[in-house]
């Protein structure tokens, strides 16, 4: 397994998930993602918007794709990584430097995401659960985050 302090273990309605973060890539971004882990945030949130051949977007507990953390936006860490099937990378609005806590998986290539959005991770186990998820914008009855955490606090 990768380092406990940068792997994100998401049990999800359809089973885990395993997600290697990129400190390399986006400092900021890995830091408040564990921030949020930490304070339990993701618990309970819907993926609200999942996209066949896209991504499933998750992050809002709201579940209404308008909802954040109490947290400051973060400053856009764009990098060259691709966006391809299994990458996690942030949502935001029109606002390069409007992402706060929501996040997709892409299920697929999408290339023209790639240095527009922050990329802080990858799927390295079950994306098979994440191919299950509900499709929908905002989707019905939507897969859910039950928990969230970090493998070094899983102990």
Same mark, same amino acid.
């Given at each position: ?43 309970? @949130?819907?993926?609200?918007?999942? #996209?066949?051949?896209?991504? +499933?977007?998750?992050? $809002?507990?709201?579940? !209404?794709?308008? *909802? ?30 409007? @992402?706060?806590?929501?996040?997709? #998986?892409?299920?697929?290539? +999408?290339?023209?995401? $790639?240095?527009?959005? !922050?990329?802080? *991770? ?34």
């Amino acid at each position: 397994m990768a380092e406990p302090e940068n792997t994100l273990i998401l049990d999800t309605t359809k089973g885990e998930v395993v997600i290697a973060l990129r400190p390399d890539l986006a400092p900021g971004h890995v830091e408040r993602i564990k921030t949020l882990v930490r304070e339990k945030f993701y618990d309970g @949130a819907p993926f609200h918007r999942v #996209i066949e051949g896209f991504m +499933a977007q998750g992050g $809002d507990p709201t579940g !209404t794709g308008t *909802g954040g953390s109490k947290h400051p936006d973060l400053k856009a860490e764009f990098s060259a990584e691709p966006h391809v099937r299994g990458v996690c990378s942030m949502a935001r609005t029109s606002n390069p430097n409007s @992402a706060n806590s929501q996040f997709f #998986i892409c299920f697929a290539d +999408a290339s023209f995401l $790639d240095r527009q959005y !922050t990329v802080w *991770g990858k799927v390295t186990a079950g994306m098979e659960n994440v191919d299950q998820f509900k499709r929908g914008e905002p989707a019905r009855d939507p897969d859910r985050i039950t928990t969230a955490r970090l493998a070094a606090d899983a102990a």
